[in-house]
Antibody, heavy 118, light 108 residues
Framework: EVQLVESGGGLVQPGGSLRLSCAAS????????MNWVRQAPGKGLEWVSY????????YYADSVKGRFTISRDNAKNSLYLQMNSLRAEDTAVYYC???????????WGQGTLVTVSS | DIQMTQSPSSVSASVGDRVTITCRAS??????LAWYQQKPGKAPKLLIY???SLQSGVPSRFSGSGSGTDFTLTISSLQPEDFATYYC??????????FGGGTKVEIK
């Protein structure tokens, strides 16, 4: 069974940093690209970042470019999102999501809440 | 970037009703459209891909149609477990992935 389990969320002050993790199991993690998608409280879904299976291709949404860094460790079956210079508007539930193909997200984690507030 | 616009933003319906949700892309995306269902406090679930293909395990009362810029999600006979928020997502142009604003299906 495919499982994605996010962790690392919490309360952080504006300008602070946080590192999210996503532990994958039930599939060959190293064969799949991965994404982060977020959802602000009461709002819709916003794609955040993509990383290819070998980490050779990485994309970011304009809203996080230069502040967030996606990475992965295939030996540990883990995906990461390093978030720096956090802003109030980054407050959201962050989901890791595996695509069936590049742009179709067929498995999602349960999400981890990031709250940016003083 | 391709913008996705859903309508209505919410709909009130009764069990057994037929419900139709519309999604419009700001430019043509062929059939590269997916629909997701999200229940409160849960992650989104892929329902339909390639505009009309049902994801494995999804009940046949869900169907999708359309191509180009205009798409619909239809629930033929609404069931209690279908009350949720539905999102469309274009899968044609990446990056970025873009989602519609969501349609909340509420109990009448």
């Amino acid at each position: 069974e495919v499982q994605l389990v996010e962790s690392g969320g919490g309360l952080v002050q504006p300008g602070g940093s946080l590192r999210l993790s996503c532990a994958a199991s039930g599939f060959t993690f190293s064969s799949y690209s991965m994404n982060w998608v977020r959802q602000a409280p009461g709002k819709g879904l916003e794609w955040v970042s993509y990383i290819s299976s070998s980490s050779s291709t990485i994309y970011y949404a304009d809203s996080v470019k230069g502040r967030f860094t996606i990475s992965r460790d295939n030996a540990k079956n883990s995906l990461y999102l390093q978030m720096n210079s956090l802003r109030a508007e980054d407050t959201a539930v962050y989901y890791c999501a595996r695509p069936a193909v590049t742009t179709l997200l067929d498995y999602w984690g349960q999400g981890t809440l990031v709250t940016v507030s003083s | 970037d391709i913008q996705m616009t859903q309508s209505p933003s919410s709909v009130s319906a009764s069990v057994g009703d037929r419900v139709t949700i519309t999604c419009r892309a700001s430019q043509g995306i062929s059939s590269w459209l997916a629909w997701y269902q999200q229940k409160p406090g849960k992650a989104p679930k892929l329902l339909i891909y390639a505009a009309s293909s049902l994801q494995s395990g999804v009940p046949s009362r869900f169907s999708g149609s359309g191509s180009g810029t205009d798409f619909t999600l239809t629930i033929s006979s609404l069931q209690p477990e279908d009350f949720a928020t539905y999102y469309c997502q274009q899968a044609n142009s990446f990056p970025p992935l873009t989602f519609g604003g969501g349609t909340k299906v509420e109990i009448k």
